[in-house]
């Protein structure tokens, strides 16, 4: 089954240390994926995909994410966290056939940064 | 920037009311969507419309139809409220998802059935 997986619920970080909030796939075919990020009380914001090209692929406020085709992972990273990067963050993929609509979330990790 | 506007943030229906969810992108975007987010769950698709007058089923559509009459317009329909329609409901909407045009979000609806 296609499916998009976020293994933490919670992930805390200090202001100023590097972050990753981890996301992996499985999917047929060539994953388009992709991250966003929700603050409280509003909608979802696109951070950046990935579609072909560079493993590495930079989006953002400073976020960036590394594309792991042998690991079928898709990471999320930020070199040094801001205690404004505190949100809930989503990866998704582009799924072939099937009802989602041809994009499915994970279920979300929530980001906590402190001072 | 592209705006996908929900008419109401907050909305408080009583068990049985038919409710409407309304939402309007202003970017001529062919693809639009309604989820819903519930803590734990993250997002589940319930309906989407690749054109007007057309509509497919998500994964949730039990209890929801949709309407979409005009291009900018996407409209989510309760039929007859029940308490476990509580939930946040977000719209959104992409030119081309097939070609990885990201998906735009409205602010979301926060609706509770009492």
């Known amino acids: 089954a296609q499916s998009v997986a976020q293994p933490e619920d919670q992930v805390n970080v200090a202001e100023g240390n590097p972050l990753t909030v981890k996301c992996t796939y499985s999917?047929?075919?060539?994953?388009?994926l992709f991250w966003y990020v929700q603050y409280p009380n509003r909608g979802l914001q696109f951070l950046l995909k990935y579609i072909t090209g560079d493993n590495l692929v930079k989006g953002s406020y400073g976020f960036e994410a590394e594309f792991n085709k042998s690991q079928t992972s898709f990471h999320l990273k930020k070199p040094s966290a801001l205690v404004s990067d505190s949100a809930l963050y989503f990866c998704?993929?582009?799924?072939?056939?099937?009802?989602?609509?041809?994009?499915?979330f994970g279920k979300g990790t929530k980001l906590s940064v402190k001072p | 920037d592209v705006k996908v506007t929900q008419s109401s943030r907050y909305l408080v229906k009583r068990t049985g009311e038919k409710v409407f969810l309304e939402c309007v992108q202003d970017?001529?975007?062919?693809?639009m969507f309604w989820y819903r987010q519930d803590p734990g769950l993250g997002l589940r698709l319930i309906y989407f419309s690749y054109d007007v007058k057309m509509k497919e089923k998500g994964d949730i559509p039990e209890g929801y139809s949709v309407s979409r009459e005009k291009k900018e317009r996407f409209s989510l329909i309760l039929e007859s409220a029940s308490t476990n329609q509580t939930s946040m409901y977000l719209c959104a909407s992409t030119q081309a998802l097939l070609n990885g045009s990201p998906l735009h979000f409205g602010n979301g609806t926060r609706l509770t059935v009492t």
């Open positions: 999917v047929s075919g060539n994953p388009y």
């Open positions: 970017m001529d975007h062919e693809n």
């Open positions: 998704a993929v582009r799924v072939y056939g099937g009802s989602q609509g041809n994009l499915i």
